[in-house]
């Protein structure tokens, strides 16, 4: 069982930064897949990033070069580093945990993000 926690979420400017986190409670090292999904208003949810920890990552092309996932494991906490935000990434951005061997899958509350000059 995990519990994700995000936090970090806001009103930011067209151009500008922000750095979401999520904290894990509960054993995911090698047992899950962590990544960052969002959904836009009247959209479905779309996947932006996941990592298996250790440095590996994958990014949809839609935050490729903008956006970065890491893991601190010693905080138990993953985040999403977002740069160069456009008013498009606007959404509620959700961390999500897989596990690597059954279906079980794990979701945060979600924050917002608001990209607006």
């Known amino acids: 069982q995990l519990h994700l926690v995000e936090s970090g979420g806001g009103l930011v400017q067209p151009g500008g930064s922000l750095n979401l986190s999520c904290t894990l409670s509960?054993?995911?090292?090698?047992?899950?897949?962590l990544g960052w999904y969002r959904q836009a208003p009247e959209k479905q949810r779309e996947l932006l990033a996941t990592?298996?920890?250790?440095?590996?990552?994958t990014y949809a092309d839609a935050v490729k070069g903008r956006f970065t996932i890491s893991t601190e494991d010693a905080k138990n906490t993953l985040y999403l580093q977002m740069n160069s935000l456009k008013p498009l990434d606007t959404a509620v951005y959700y961390c999500?945990?897989?596990?690597?061997?059954?279906?079980?899958?794990?979701w945060g509350q979600g924050t917002q993000v608001t990209v607006a000059s």
């Open positions: 999500n945990a897989k596990h690597n061997y059954s279906p079980v899958t794990f």
């Open positions: 509960g054993t995911y090292f090698g047992l899950y897949t």
């Open positions: 990592t298996t920890g250790g440095g590996s990552a």
